[in-house]
């Protein structure tokens, strides 16, 4: 009877045990972002290493979300991202942007780990922080004029959180 029991405990637990999916990113090319002419343009690279686009002067509609790979918050959001991309079918562009790296192979790894195949520019040196704000995670809603349509501050939750912002800010239908 012990021996039983102590079997089916076993199978009980091992029920339980967290499985981890592996995902694979690419640190994408940013040659398809495009911006504004802008006279204080805040140009920023893109992770790839190759040239980026001016932030502050990009063409919309897009959703720009600024992280780091330090953060826990974006750690948690990046399934979320991941689902909406592939639902995004070229609706409009999605582009990371990595802050507060300690090095460029920290936010590469990042990428890679965390399964994200969108752009992502790379801020070396700080200089984002005068437009984005300090803290991160912050998703930008990018109208297709250029104008901020909306910010949000924090971790998204959901999809249907991202899908009813985009919606709501965008106005496009996923």
Avoid at 152 to 165: D, F, P, R
Wanted: aromatic share 8%; with cysteine.
């Amino acid at each position: 009877m012990k021996k039983t029991a102590l079997a089916l405990l076993i199978v009980l637990l091992s029920g339980c045990a967290s499985t981890t999916q592996q995902v694979n990113g690419q640190v994408v090319s940013c040659s398809g972002l495009h911006s504004f002419n802008s006279e204080n343009p805040l140009e920023l690279g893109c992770l790839d290493g190759s040239q980026g686009v001016a932030i502050n002067a990009v063409h919309g509609p897009m959703i720009i979300n600024v992280w780091g790979s330090w953060c826990g918050p974006c750690k948690e959001e990046m399934p979320i991202f991941r689902s909406f991309y592939k639902k995004l079918d070229g609706q409009l562009q999605l582009v990371g942007v990595d802050v507060e790296e300690a090095s460029i192979k920290d936010g590469q790894s990042f990428v890679v780990t965390h399964g994200m195949t969108w752009p992502n520019l790379f801020d070396a040196d700080g200089k984002s922080r005068a437009y984005f704000g300090m803290g991160v995670p912050v998703t930008w809603f990018i109208s297709a004029n250029g104008e901020v349509a909306y910010k949000h501050i924090g971790v998204l939750k959901s999809e249907i959180e991202l899908i009813t912002l985009t919606s709501r800010y965008l106005g496009v239908k996923l």
